[in-house]
Nanobody, 128 residues
Framework: QVHLVESGGGLVQAGGSLKLSCAAS????????IGWFRQAPGKEREFVAA????????EYADSVKGRFTISRDNVKNTGYLQMNSLKPEDTAVYYC?????????????????????WGQGTQVTVSS
């Protein structure tokens, strides 16, 4: 089993940037699709972005397209989410997830049920 730990969250003003990291241990992250989800208070967990095992394909939620970039470094066993032009509505706990179900097309990974491993989350707060 791969163990995931997110970092990089914090408080930022609207228009600012943050880069989240998802460090993996226990197994090589290169065998997993990586996804990022977020959950705001009182709301359901929602998909943010996903990336295939070697980064050839990426998928984004419409709400973050053009502002967020998902990436990965399989040598460092780490995934990333670069968040630019942040808005107050981006405030949430951000979760990294990994999936061994790599035979699915990347667009299927908007579904949190496809993921087999989850991190504990990191808080992102965007002030107006």
């Amino acid at each position: 089993q791969v163990h995931l730990v997110e970092s990089g969250g914090g408080l930022v003003q609207a228009g600012g940037s943050l880069k989240l990291s998802c460090a993996a241990s226990g197994r090589s992250l290169g065998s997993y699709v990586i996804g990022w989800f977020r959950q705001a208070p009182g709301k359901e967990r929602e998909f943010v972005a996903a990336i295939t095992t070697v980064g050839y394909a990426k998928e984004y939620a419409d709400s973050v397209k053009g502002r967020f970039t998902i990436s990965r470094d399989n040598v460092k066993n780490t995934g990333y989410l670069q968040m630019n032009s942040l808005k107050p509505e981006d405030t949430a706990v951000y979760y990294c997830a990994a999936s061994t179900r790599t035979y699915y097309s990347i667009d299927y990974f908007k579904d949190h049920n496809l993921y087999t491993n989850w991190g504990q989350g990191t808080q992102v707060t965007v002030s107006s």
